[in-house]
């Protein structure tokens, strides 16, 4: 019998950052984002967001980044059989020091959310490892994710707030180049070298091959 996996993007990401995964023995389900009400937590949007699941405790989720920290999230409310992490935090001591700085940023302006989305566009040949066919599909991605929900996805991940040990079983897969989250923050997780942030679609063939063999 299959395993149903769902799998949640990262920040300014959709559906199509999974395009390369290939899981035998796994049902794949993508999942996109639902807005974010003004002044929600983390805890509360992963509430709403776990609304789309069925009620089935064996089903897995994979979450990459944000979409990583809200399968944290939903595994502490609901039972999960596992948790796939991707380029992800597990808890508040894996955070970066620059999140600090985020949090201090104006909850309701958009300017946060258009220069993330600028810097990122323009950066990320710099910082990424991925393909011009890449490149061409995060540049689709961004352009077309709500300022809003991405204005709330840094507060959100700015101020989240988790230090419990995981109710359930995980893998958690890590890049050794993310900038985003960096490795040396990162603890009990299986190291891919040379990975980024975009792995999950850089070397989904890789990730797909490492999720195989665990669920076999």
Known sequence: MKVSIYCIPGLGQDHRIFEGLAI????????????AVEGESMQE??????EQLPDDPNICLLG???????SVEISRIRPIKKLYLISTVKRTSEMPGYMAWLEKLPSNSKNAAKFAIDASITLKPFYDQ???A??????KMVKAASLDFINWGIKAIAQWNMEEELNCPF???HG???????IKNIHQAMTFKGGTHYMIYNNA??????IQTDIS
């Open 130 to 132: 991925a393909n011009a």
């Open 205 to 210: 063939s890789d990730i797909s091959n490492w």
């Open 64 to 70: 990459v980044s944000l979409g990583g920290i809200v």
């Open 171 to 173: 893998l958690h897969i």
């Open 176 to 182: 050794t180049a993310d900038l985003v989250f960096p």
């Open 134 to 139: 890449g490149n061409e599909l995060f540049h």
């Open 45 to 50: 949007y992963a509430k709403r967001f776990a």
């Open 24 to 35: 035998p023995n796994a049902d794949i389900h993508f999942l996109d984002w639902i807005e």
